[in-house]
């Protein structure tokens, strides 16, 4: 078959087509990405027909092998599921009181983009490339660009898009990085929720950590001493694992106030470091950013005209901090709060980087 | 040349796509120890290791094309290392005459080895990565042995993909 061209010749033909077509690929060509398109949708019956075929052998061989780790974990999900509803309504009620502030001062609230639902329709096939390929594409508005996210945080960014799918590239991807800000207080690490009454009286230090919260709940009510006639009482949301102190304060005869808690921003890049590792957040001036955070701070998109999602996406928290050595600056590691192994429904954000403030 | 166009239409293609197809929608969505294992590059090497280097980087640059146009990976990169990884294979097993099936997937298995390390290797050198990730060291004996232990079954797709027929040795008689 080859006779004509000879063994060296062919080796040789095939290495500078491939390096070409690494050049083309590399520069950007409409052909290959027609190309691409093309295979893709000659592909997506035969993948359909393969999952159709693989799926009931998939099913079986699930059902043997996991039941006794999927019932654990739906129990495990049950109990947290449980706790998540006290958080839930502190939440709401955090969002409610937010939303007033921003209204009563007359600013717009930091992330109000509309979102597109997509479902997960591939992964990589490749062990090196962190992506995965979405059922929605340019017909439903999709640009390259565009962040994603999931229930918990930003996933990842839109690479490439075609008519009906697109490819997201995942913050894990040591290609991938986007500006990011570290919101932490002076005391991020024990969670300062006190609230001081008029007289020096603090009543509600909790002083737990994310990382710390138990599913105990202990319910302290603290009465101000002299402060005795009609009272009015709240009642705030059960956070598992959080001391809730309900205060009884009199009516009229004290003052509360609530000290603002000194928040620290830092901007940084954060950039992935492969798959099942935390990424990396590396700031300009490393030594004075390192300072002031804390582990378990936490990390969302910093947004502007140079950045490549709106402000005020969740990535993820603080994880580790590995102060720097000579010349090298300091390892601010972050652990994403999406889990990009078990991706099933993610959402696009319809945002184009440049352009904030702007819809496309 | 004509010959070659044909088999890379009529049989290369056809079996390439179902192959990728099956390794995308098994074998890369259920990781074994944290490894994906490559069908794809197991094809590679068993078509390699039965039809010579030329043939078998023919079979790695067509069939790393279609894994580089569907997984959407860098156009060439993976041709160019699967290339190399049919080539390795073919190459290896032309040293001996007519090897035993254990010896073959030895052959397929530096093949494979060739291949998995090549991508990375590959991203290294046009900047994509900035160094070699240290999973490399379990990632590529992981897929390297199972395209060896694979090559077995594959080798008569592989085969008949690139279009040859099985080596058939004849006694002399006088």
Redesign the interface.
């Known amino acids: 078959?080859?006779s004509?061209?000879g063994?060296r010749r062919?080796?040789v033909l095939?290495?500078l087509?491939?390096?070409?077509?690494?050049t083309?690929?590399?520069r950007g060509n409409r052909a290959?990405d027609g190309?691409?398109s093309a295979?893709?949708a000659?592909?997506h019956p035969?993948?359909t027909?393969?999952?159709a075929i693989?799926l009931p052998v998939?099913r079986v061989w699930s059902a043997a092998m996991d039941y006794d780790d999927l019932r654990r974990e739906n129990e495990a999900l049950r109990d947290q599921l449980e706790h998540m509803k006290g958080n839930d309504i502190e939440a709401r009620s955090a969002i409610l009181e937010y939303r007033e502030l921003l209204a009563l001062n007359n600013l717009a609230a930091r992330f109000s983009y509309p979102t597109l639902p997509a479902a997960v329709v591939?992964?990589?096939?490749?062990?090196?490339?962190n992506?995965v390929?979405i059922n929605v594409g340019s017909r439903q508005g999709v640009r390259v660009g565009m962040p994603v996210t999931d229930g918990a945080g930003l996933i990842g960014r839109i690479?490439?898009v075609y008519a009906t799918r697109s490819?997201v590239l995942l913050i894990t991807d040591?290609?991938f990085s986007i500006p990011a800000r570290v919101l932490s207080t002076a005391e991020d690490v024990s969670i300062p929720t006190g609230t001081t009454v008029a007289g020096s009286e603090t009543t509600t230090p909790s002083g737990a950590t994310a990382s710390d919260l138990t599913s105990t709940t202990t319910s302290t009510t603290t009465t101000l001493p002299g402060l005795t006639g009609a009272t009015s009482t709240t009642t705030p949301a059960t956070v598992p694992g959080a001391d809730s102190t309900t205060t009884t304060v009199a009516e009229g005869s004290a003052t509360a106030t609530t000290t603002p808690a000194e928040v620290v921003r830092e901007t940084g890049t954060l950039e992935g470091q492969?798959?099942?590792k935390a990424l990396i957040l590396r700031f300009i001036d490393s030594l004075t950013a390192v300072t002031s955070i804390r582990v378990g701070a936490v990390v969302d998109t910093a947004g502007g005209i140079s950045g490549l999602a709106p402000q005020g996406i969740p990535i993820g928290v603080i994880s580790r901090i590995t102060p720097g050595t000579g010349t090298r600056g300091a390892i601010v590691e972050v652990t994403p709060n999406a889990v990009l192994r078990r991706l099933n429904f993610v959402a696009v954000v319809m945002y184009v980087p440049g352009a904030d403030g702007s819809l496309p | 040349m004509r010959s070659l166009a044909l088999n890379a239409l009529t049989r290369l293609l056809p079996v390439g796509l179902i192959t990728l197809s099956v390794h995308r929608v098994v074998f890369a969505r259920h990781e074994v120890f944290d490894v994906k294992l490559q069908l794809v590059l197991a094809l590679v090497v068993a078509a390699g290791t039965t039809a010579g280097a030329d043939k078998g980087a023919i079979a790695g640059f067509v069939l790393g094309l279609l894994y580089d146009i569907a997984g959407n990976t860098p156009l060439g990169m993976t041709a160019l290392a699967y290339g190399m990884a049919g080539m390795t294979a073919g190459y290896v097993q032309g040293l001996t005459p007519d090897p035993q099936w254990w010896l073959a997937s030895i052959f397929a298995t530096l093949g494979a080895a060739v291949g998995e390390a090549g991508v990375p290797a590959l991203e290294l050198m046009t900047g994509r990565v900035d160094g070699l990730d240290p999973r490399l060291a379990w990632t590529v004996p992981m897929v390297a042995v199972s395209c060896g232990l694979a090559c077995t079954p594959l080798m008569p797709i592989g085969r008949w993909a690139v279009g040859v027929r099985r080596k058939k040795w004849k006694v002399i008689t006088e």
């Open positions: 078959m080859f004509s061209l063994r062919v080796i095939v290495v087509t491939c390096l070409l077509l690494i083309l690929d590399e290959i190309l691409r295979v893709g000659v592909l035969i993948d027909a393969t999952r693989a998939e591939g992964e990589s096939p490749s062990n090196y490339q992506t390929e690479t490439r490819i040591p290609e492969g798959a099942d």
